[in-house]
C-alpha cells in the first residue's frame, strides 16, 4: 500500500519557521521526483517546490524562493520542506506527492499567525 505521511505542521508566528516532512512507503521513492502543493482556505492547488529524485535538482515558485527548502533522504525513504520568513499568505494545508500527482498524501495544516 501506498502511503505519504506528512507531519510537522502547526501555528507559527509570522517571520518564524517550520520544517515539514514527508515519509513515503509502499513504492520506490528514490525513482521518483517529489514535489510539495500547498492549498489555502478558498483557493485551488498550488505548487510550492520540486526535487529530483536524486536530490540535486530543485525547483521553487516564486512566491517561496529564498525562504523555502527542500530535501529529501533516499535512504530514509522521506521528503523535507524547511519553510523560513514564514507570513501569514503561506498559512494552507501543505502535501507531499509524486511529481505529476500519481500519489498525495493527506496533508498537513500549516498556519501562520500573530
Known amino acids: 500500500e501506498v502511503q505519504l505521511v506528512e507531519s510537522g505542521g502547526g501555528l507559527v508566528q509570522p517571520g518564524g519557521s517550520l520544517r515539514l516532512s514527508c515519509a513515503a512507503s509502499?513504492?520506490?521513492?528514490?525513482?521518483?521526483?517529489m514535489s510539495w502543493v500547498r492549498q489555502a482556505p478558498g483557493k485551488g492547488r498550488e505548487w510550492v517546490s520540486t526535487?529530483?529524485?536524486?536530490?540535486?535538482?530543485?525547483a521553487y515558485a516564486d512566491s517561496v524562493k529564498g525562504r523555502f527548502t527542500i530535501s529529501r533522504d533516499n535512504a530514509k525513504n522521506t521528503l523535507y520542506l524547511q519553510m523560513n520568513s514564514l507570513n501569514t499568505e503561506d498559512t494552507a494545508v501543505y502535501y507531499c506527492?509524486?511529481?505529476?500527482?500519481?500519489?498525495r498524501g493527506q496533508g498537513t495544516q500549516v498556519t501562520v499567525s500573530s
Open positions: 506527492q509524486t511529481y505529476g500527482g500519481l500519489y
Open positions: 509502499g513504492f520506490l521513492f528514490s525513482n521518483y521526483d
Open positions: 526535487i529530483h529524485s536524486g536530490g540535486a535538482g530543485t
